[in-house]
């Protein structure tokens, strides 16, 4: 029989329903596991996985199955199999929804399972049926108690159809109404602590009085790198867009993260909509605090001059980058004099910018400093930056990038829409490229409609981004302002690294540090449009800190001095190589014997 021939046979006996990933076998309500895609990497031994399909010959007849279970972990279009398990057997009658579990890993914690980005997937019979991605996230090894990942600003409620976490204002409500409300939704919003990149995912989970579930949803969000005291905001709720699905009763709506409890918040439904924040009890012991304010309240805001002053502090201290601390000393200047004289700031100054440099020089956390002076100098309302790329507005169907666009133009509001790569919205033609076109006629139509309620900046490689601006004249028209990032000297490489060294509580000695200054220069002369700069600066760090971890970890415990812990040496370093290539690698990495 031919393989189509097999497929269509076995497509007749099951349908699909979901593959599903937890790390406990703690037996839960209904037979159900603590589902999630997030992960600490030390709070984790194994992963497992359950894989479930509906039995089409349900109470007709038995079958056999063959299904295999795969992990992978995932680095960009490459995968590396981690496991490949077969479980053979037959398929009762009696079975009308079938499950298959397994797991892979290490019985200790944070022995097995590092951060990265991991997919179970599902195989019937040799046929792929179905996956589910995870992340495995590691800030640090926390102590008891403590939270490396962020601390809660405000937690609060509001109403609205399936659409409302998008609108730029938001009524906060402590009562609803009956007979009005459609969603109750809940806005989660945090303050970054980690330096390093995660996925936070948050699971909203409402209870009526008598603590049955009523509803669930949960939002999965990236938090960037380097992004440290960075406010991102959440949203997740539950309801329906006619009233009807609440009754008048009171409350709970709680808030979990990496399954652990973070805060309760009680809310009643009733006659009437109350306005106002609901009050929010957050667990001290889980090492969720809120920043110093009131539950349910936003911190106290630092005067604009304060938050003005701190911000081109932070601009100034950043390696480099002379020209733009330069051009934005300027722009402050500029802005104060126009405010100082009454001058119509919206005539004299442009919050939309044209970003262009290579990887790795800094063009992100400019931005994010940028929307923060633009809120200290009185410009914008909020100061925060959201980041985008061409996945993060356009979609594959009709209508639903407009959708998408806008949800981001709608977070961006008070604050700056930043959007890496932008010269991706309009490569290529053909119809697989019309919707980056329509992302960006959404975007100017808005920059021009909420003319000064936001900002725009657009980055990327400096010749894509030419060809970019100049492939639209409202492009053209509407960013009249460019910053040129430069590639960072072999001078500047080095003092970046030593900041990186210093996070790490090491140093190199005279040896590491005088071999690491001549793979820099070696770099920098090598260099070519896709030069990683302080990304590469980035990765050698972690690889010779790594290094050093190594040669420690293989000497007793006794002969580990404090000097030693401190030290990053010769032999630590050596694997970055200088020498002449006939072509350019990213980084020199020493090919080591097996």
């Known amino acids: 029989m031919s393989t189509n021939?097999?497929?269509?046979?076995?497509?007749?006996k099951y349908k699909y329903r979901d593959v599903k990933v937890h790390s406990s076998d703690e037996w839960m309500a209904d037979a159900t596991k603590k589902y999630r895609k997030v992960y600490d990497r030390y709070e984790t031994s194994y992963i497992r996985v359950e894989f479930s399909f509906y039995n089409k010959l349900f109470d007709e007849d038995e079958w056999e199955a063959s299904v295999r279970l795969k992990c992978f972990h995932v680095n960009g279009s490459q995968k590396n199999e981690l496991c490949n398990h077969e479980q053979k057997r037959?398929?009762?009658?009696?079975?009308?929804?079938?499950?298959?579990?397994?797991?892979?890993?290490?019985?200790?914690?944070?022995?097995?399972?590092?951060?990265?980005?991991?997919?179970?997937?599902?195989?019937?019979?040799?046929?792929?049926?179905?996956?589910?991605?995870?992340?495995?996230?590691?800030?640090?090894?926390?102590?008891?108690?403590?939270?490396?990942?962020?601390?809660?600003?405000?937690?609060?409620?509001?109403?609205?159809?399936g659409q409302a976490s998008t609108l730029p204002q938001k009524k906060y409500l402590k009562k609803f109404s009956q007979k009005d409300t459609r969603f109750v939704w809940g806005e989660f919003?945090?303050?970054?602590?980690?330096?390093?990149?995660?996925?936070?995912?948050?699971?909203?989970?409402?209870?009526?009085?008598?603590?049955?579930?009523?509803?669930?949803n949960a939002y999965l969000t990236n938090v960037a790198a380097n992004t440290a005291d960075k406010t991102y905001t959440v949203f997740a709720g539950w309801g329906g867009n006619e009233p009807g699905r609440w009754k008048s009763d009171s409350y709970t709506m709680e808030v979990i993260f990496l399954d652990s409890l973070i805060s309760t918040v009680p809310f009643l439904v009733?006659?009437?909509?109350?306005?106002?924040?609901?009050?929010?009890?957050?667990?001290?012991?889980?090492?969720?605090?809120?920043?110093?304010?009131?539950?349910?309240?936003?911190?106290?805001?630092?005067?604009?001059?304060?938050?003005?002053?701190?911000?081109?502090?932070?601009?100034?201290?950043?390696?480099?980058?002379?020209?733009?601390?330069?051009?934005?000393?300027?722009?402050v200047k500029l802005v104060r004099f126009y405010q100082e004289?009454?001058?119509?700031?919206?005539?004299?100054?442009?919050?939309?910018?044209?970003?262009?440099?290579?990887?790795?020089?800094?063009?992100?956390?400019?931005?994010?400093?940028?929307?923060?002076?633009?809120?200290?100098?009185?410009?914008?309302?909020?100061?925060?930056?959201?980041?985008?790329?061409?996945?993060?507005?356009?979609?594959?169907?009709?209508?639903?990038?407009?959708?998408?666009?806008?949800?981001?133009?709608?977070?961006?509001m008070g604050g700056i829409l930043f959007i890496d790569e932008a010269y991706a919205l309009a490569t290529g033609k053909g119809s697989q490229y019309d919707f980056g076109g329509e992302a960006v006629q959404i975007i100017l139509k808005r920059m021009e409609d909420m003319r000064g309620k936001f900002g725009v900046i657009v980055a990327g490689y400096t010749e894509n981004m030419s060809e970019f601006i100049e492939s639209n004249p409202g492009l053209r028209s509407r960013f009249d302002k460019y910053f040129q990032f430069k590639d960072y000297s072999a001078e500047e490489?080095?003092?970046?690294?030593?900041?990186?060294?210093?996070?790490?509580?090491?140093?190199?000695?005279?040896?590491?540090?005088?071999?690491?200054?001549?793979?820099?220069?070696?770099?920098?002369?090598?260099?070519?449009?896709?030069?990683?700069?302080?990304?590469t600066v980035r990765q050698v760090v972690g690889e010779s800190v790594k290094n050093q971890n190594l040669r420690l970890?293989?000497?007793?415990?006794?002969?580990?001095?404090?000097?030693?812990?401190?030290?990053?040496?010769?032999?630590?370093?050596?694997e970055f190589e200088i020498k002449e290539i006939s072509h350019k690698p990213k980084l020199g990495f020493q090919q080591r014997e097996s």
Do not use: C
């Open 5 to 12: 021939n097999n497929e269509k046979q076995m497509a007749i």
């Open 90 to 161: 037959k398929i009762l009658k009696d079975e009308n929804i079938v499950y298959f579990r397994y797991s892979w890993g290490n019985a200790a914690l944070g022995a097995y399972w590092l951060k990265g980005d991991y997919i179970w997937e599902a195989y019937i019979d040799e046929v792929k049926v179905g996956e589910s991605k995870f992340f495995i996230e590691d800030v640090g090894l926390s102590k008891p108690g403590e939270n490396l990942f962020f601390d809660i600003v405000s937690i609060k409620v509001f109403e609205g159809d």
């Open 189 to 216: 919003t945090f303050k970054n602590k980690s330096p390093k990149d995660y996925n936070a995912e948050i699971f909203f989970n409402f209870y009526d009085k008598a603590g049955q579930l009523k509803g669930s």
């Open 270 to 331: 009733g006659e009437n909509f109350e306005e106002g924040d609901a009050a929010v009890l957050t667990d001290a012991n889980a090492g969720f605090k809120a920043t110093g304010v009131t539950a349910g309240q936003a911190p106290e805001a630092k005067t604009s001059d304060d938050l003005l002053f701190e911000s081109m502090a932070e601009l100034n201290a950043l390696t480099g980058l002379d020209n733009i601390k330069k051009e934005v000393n300027e722009m």
């Open 341 to 412: 004289t009454g001058k119509d700031i919206l005539n004299k100054f442009s919050l939309h910018t044209v970003f262009t440099g290579n990887p790795g020089t800094g063009k992100t956390t400019v931005a994010r400093i940028l929307s923060k002076i633009y809120k200290g100098l009185g410009i914008l309302e909020r100061g925060h930056l959201v980041e985008v790329d061409r996945e993060g507005l356009v979609a594959g169907y009709v209508g639903q990038t407009a959708i998408k666009t806008g949800e981001k133009i709608n977070e961006a």
């Open 493 to 535: 490489m080095y003092t970046i690294a030593l900041a990186h060294f210093q996070k790490e509580s090491v140093k190199p000695d005279e040896a590491a540090a005088s071999h690491l200054k001549n793979y820099f220069n070696f770099l920098f002369g090598q260099r070519d449009q896709h030069f990683g700069n302080a990304r």
């Open 553 to 574: 970890a293989s000497m007793k415990k006794d002969e580990r001095t404090q000097a030693l812990l401190d030290t990053v040496i010769l032999e630590d370093v050596k």
